[in-house]
């Protein structure tokens, strides 16, 4: 494994904009890169994130925007993950649509926006945070194409 030579990123306590300073960029290489400049425990709640969306949604693709990872399907946006002080944050777009409803209404992304805050890997629900992923690919959702 090779080490960054670039120091973790500084991360926001709470949303008051870019959770991070990462360039907007689409494709896998700067999600990539956003998540391992991230410190611990935010970089292994991250890459598991990554990871948990790759293996839950054929074709999927990722982007930085507004200093998170953005993951979408079929040329759309479904769920951001923005490492923060503390915690993790994973928000779904379209989350007042899903069921269960995620737990946390965040501050600036959008009244339908719902999500949760990981802290550590231990608050890790895979089956969760899977059957969210997959109802948030099937929703209309920003950015998508016109069906």
């Not at 008051?16 to 935010?42: C, H, M, N, W």
């Not at 915690?87 to 779904?92: G, P, S, Y």
């Not at 629900?125 to 899977?130: K, M, T, V, Y």
Request: net charge positive; aromatic share 8%.
């Amino acid at each position: 494994m090779t080490r960054s030579i670039n120091p973790p990123a500084k991360l926001l306590v709470a949303m008051t904009g870019k959770a991070s300073a990462a360039k907007a960029a689409t494709g896998d290489e700067p999600v990539f890169a956003y998540i391992a400049s991230l410190p611990q425990p935010q970089r292994g709640i991250a890459e598991r994130i990554d990871a948990l969306a790759a293996k839950t949604l054929p074709d999927l693709q990722r982007a930085v925007k507004w200093g998170m990872a953005y993951y979408g399907v079929d040329g759309g946006w479904c769920f951001s993950s923005g490492a923060f002080v503390g915690h993790v944050k994973l928000m779904f777009i379209r989350g007042t649509e899903m069921k269960p409803e995620p737990p946390v209404a965040p501050i600036g992304m959008g009244k339908s926006t719902r999500g949760v805050e990981l802290a550590s890997v231990d608050d890790f629900d895979e089956r969760q945070l899977a059957s969210w992923m997959k109802q948030a690919a099937t929703m209309p959702f920003m950015g998508g194409k016109k069906r």
